[in-house]
């Protein structure tokens, strides 16, 4: 994974709350088989509206998402934090991400970052009032700039330092094998095994 | 217990026995435990980009005995004999196939009487027991919660993650509990009390919890029931949810294929005896509702938060104070097609939706079934039944249910998850609209255009009679077939 520190680029303001995951990618793009190239289906029922945001300059070359609390809900598709990042996202900022996005998110080098409701309606207003106002944001201070906004975002520490350093969580955990190991020879009997298969007939 | 161990909620028993390694650290700070994951199953949509990851990486799958996968999203749920004709589901099919043949991992394939949705599959198997930790690239895996597990869906990072180190890198859960006391009505079943508690505390409520539901009105229900419950925590945010096992857990699972049995059974039932939240244990939040007022519910937006009681009228924006939910109102009515004031049982649909791994179990068709036999179909109206497992619908035939939905006039599919997100051939046309027993109301989600009311299998058959949304009770006047 890159490593990221701060990320500078023009904001995309998504007023609307509770962003689900087959709005950012519908269901139909879940059918490849690999992990890159889905720029083209990101938001992919929006975009055929014309006045979708992302289909106006200079919006359309936006990297910063800023978008209504509850964002990234429903579906665990880790294929909509892949759609946001082939499309040249690098953050997102809401004031409240659905979980297993922001842990999809955290994995992928997209920074989801929890700012104010009452910081995200100022910076909508910027943004709308300012387009191509880019937004910076900034892992090291926790803080978003846009134009004379300041505001602090939450990220949690681990995540942030995962983002920062750029590792690998399977390498990270496999630095513990004999761990996983003395547990596995500690559990109890009874616990199922998948083989050899068994059926009721 | 001993007398100085600090009292614990059911989610913290079934984490504290699973960490392989705690994380340092106090407070905000606290590196993530490292977590022991009993039970990964797989599907073919989010599995292929994990397998390609172990693959480059050149590592292996852990434990394969501890793997178990079925095809689901991708299926068709007619002429299963012949090769799927969409080529992307087709390849997307095939790349499980050689994946868990190249890895070692059980496989039921279309055809095979174990196939069908993972969450049905995992119980009907005996695979979901109660107190282990249960993982999969899907966020409906909070299904098993209703065993008393901690499962939880994830993202395909994630997935490789369990594939090549059977653990995950997890900060601990707060926890809710979610308190259903009372006697449900009759015609009032667990879909609608699922629906009710979401309407209450929003899409966004459950967000970093671990919901357990309790009370009297949770324990009277029947293990399918509870699953219904567990299936829809993620759509109050939640990532897990929970029910401590009792009685009618541990006689659901006994004689399974995958129960322990002898020793092993008793071992089994003595530890799983302890899992339940103990006296004076302390929640994060707690949330009551009553059993003995809920109505059927439904919703009526574009969001699983925004439903109401069937008996009531579809919300206007001004009903909201809040600016973002009068806005989300306004977009919802609009994709919907509904005005503000409506009552909801004049609402008319195209068709009735009965599966998903909401409702799609044995218990889920006998109710719908009860209520349509010997009763006319709205003709106006098409009705797909598709049963959750391959072994669902060997059931359902056995029993004659197949009969009764084709005299009907419902059509009796193959199983799989079908119309809940359409992968498959099964969608709802532009504007077409459904009332559906699955879980999610979301934008295009049946279909591209296509309108979703999500719904109890009760109100879905009493829909398919009249045409119109119905609640069983609205049945008196419906004119019998002959």
Known sequence: MEKIISHTGIGVPLRQSNVDTDQIIPAVYLKRITRTGFEDALFAGWRRDENFILNQEPFNAGSVLVAGPDFGTGSSREHAVWALKDYGFKAVLSARFADIFRG??????????????????????ELENNPGTQITVDLESRTVQCGSISAPFQIDDYTRWRLMEGLDDIGLTLQHEEDITAYESSRPAYKPKTLPARSAD | MSATQTPQTLAEKVWNAHVVRRGSGEGESRQPDLIYIDLHLLHEVTSPQAFEGLRIAGRKLRRPDQTIATEDHNTPTLDIDKPIADLTSRTQINTLRENCKEFGVRLHSLGDKEQGIVHVVGPQLGLTQPGMTVVCGDSHTSTHGAFGALAFGIGTSEVEHVMATQSLSLKPFKTMAINVEGTLKPGVTSKDIILAVIAKIGTGGGQGYVLEYRGSAIRALSMDARMTICNMSIEAGARAGMIAPDQ?????????????????????VEDWKQLHSDEGAQFDAEVFLDADTLEPFVTWGTNPGQGVSLSDRVPAPEDFEDENDRKACERALSYMGLTGGTPMKDIRVDTVFLGSCTNSRMEDLRAAAAIIKGKEKDPNVRMIVVPGSARVRLEAEAEGLDQIFKDFGAEWRFAGCSMCLGMNPDQLAEGERCASTSNRNFEGRQGKGGRTHLVSPLVAAATAIRGTLSSPSDLANTPVAV
């Open chain 2, 248 to 268: 009618t857990t541990f006689d659901y699972v006994k004689g399974r294929p995958h129960a322990p049995s002898g020793e092993d059974w008793d071992a089994a």
């Open chain 1, 104 to 125: 999809n998110s955290g994995k992928q080098g997209l920074v989801a970052a929890e700012v104010a409701q009452s910081d995200i309606e100022l910076i909508w207003k």
